[in-house]
């Protein structure tokens, strides 16, 4: 059997919602797994043939009009591989975010590069976070939307993508509140020190009640939002983001 990768369980897992041809499965991708596993978007046309190769899906070929379509179905085998990887140990998250790199050198560029830069973060999540309201809309609408069998581990997914994408729009308003008096970006290394040193300081005790009350994410995110729009000129002064 072919050695199986996290792509592949994305695919399966896809396939084992229901049958699906490469262009179905390429509206999944851009629809929910692609947030959280990018990569598996790029092996989208060569995973299911790997897989259906290897005994874990079945490929049914027909014609639509004079076009050839390819249907995948997962196999029993299939179903067992992805049963099995549920209960490995999980691989810690992996973060790809090209707005923060240009923001960890921006002390090699220009303060209108560094605010240009976080204005797109702000602008790119506000417009993945308007994505899953719609997708959030389309299923109260229908009463679960398409799979309403998965309405609760969807809702633990809707969960984390809102809070994910809301904290970034938070950071970003106050990243941009922090640098309104930078006139560069090097001199502030001596001039914000004070406000950088607290948020070190932040960072090295983290607060207990960020994960104390594992029923109530929003307490959590609550909690997190008011330590990120804490004011950058006043360390210890909190101002509630707009």
Not at 40 to 63: I, N, T
Not at 81 to 95: I, Q
Not at 136 to 165: C, K, Q, S
Not at 225 to 242: K, M, N, V, Y
């Amino acid at each position: 059997m072919a050695e199986l990768t996290t792509t592949s369980y994305a695919i399966l897992g896809l396939l084992a919602l229901r049958d699906q041809t490469t262009y179905e499965l390429a509206k999944q991708m851009q629809r929910t797994v692609g947030y959280v596993w990018p990569r598996a978007e790029r092996k989208l046309y060569d995973e299911p043939k790997r897989l259906a190769e290897a005994g874990y899906a079945r490929a049914a070929k027909d014609m639509v009009g004079r076009r050839p379509r390819t249907t995948y179905s997962i196999t029993p085998a299939g179903r067992e591989a992805l049963s099995r990887w549920l209960g490995t140990d999980v691989a810690p998250p992996a973060l790809e975010f090209e707005g923060m790199l240009r923001v960890l050198f921006a002390d090699q560029g220009t303060i209108g590069q560094l605010r240009r830069s976080i204005t797109a973060i702000a602008a790119q999540a506000r417009a993945r976070r308007a994505h899953f309201a719609a997708m959030a809309g389309g299923i109260l609408a229908t009463d679960g939307g398409e799979y309403p069998h998965r309405t609760h581990v969807n809702a633990l997914g809707m969960r984390f993508m809102i809070d994910h994408y809301d904290h970034i729009t938070a950071w970003a308003r106050w990243a941009l509140e922090a640098i309104d008096s930078w006139a560069d970006t090097t001199t502030p290394a001596r001039t914000w020190a004070a406000p950088a040193r607290h948020i070190f300081t932040d960072a090295a005790h983290p607060p207990d009640t960020l994960v104390a009350d594992a029923t109530s994410p929003s307490q959590s995110r609550d909690a997190a939002s008011r330590r990120i729009s804490r004011t950058a000129g006043t360390p210890g002064h909190e101002q509630e983001a707009q």
